[in-house]
Nanobody
């Protein structure tokens, strides 16, 4: 399974970016898809996720009301719309996909990451 991110870049504070992650297999097969980020010197953290197991999405408190995650199963992809960006959103953003098989085992896949830089 390959996950390929796109859409990162440099933007001024208050601006918007849209990240996209294309999967090499049907995205509807993944139980959970999400976005994580890692800033220099910090641990990787969950930004947002969307699950087949429950309705709705899950967001980190720091991005609630500004970021929106969505899945497009027809295009085998997941997107992250980021609005009102702040300098503290600067990080490498990683796409993640998790699959729960019929035996209760989880399989995790990661993209290579895309840099998002927000200037003040």
């Amino acid at each position: 399974v390959q996950l390929v991110e796109s859409g990162g870049g440099l933007v001024q504070a208050g601006g918007s970016l849209r990240l996209s992650c294309a999967a090499s297999r049907s995205s509807s097969s993944f139980t959970v898809m999400g976005w994580y980020r890692q800033a220099p010197g910090k641990q990787r953290e969950l930004v947002a996720s969307i699950s087949n197991l429950s309705a709705g999405e899950n967001y980190a408190d720091s991005v609630k009301g500004r970021f929106t995650i969505s899945r497009d199963n027809a295009k085998n992809s997941v997107q992250l719309q980021m609005n009102s960006l702040k300098p503290e959103d600067t990080a490498v953003y990683y796409c993640n996909a998790a699959l729960l098989d019929g035996l209760g085992r989880w399989y995790y896949y990661w993209g290579q990451g895309t840099q998002v830089t927000v200037s003040s």
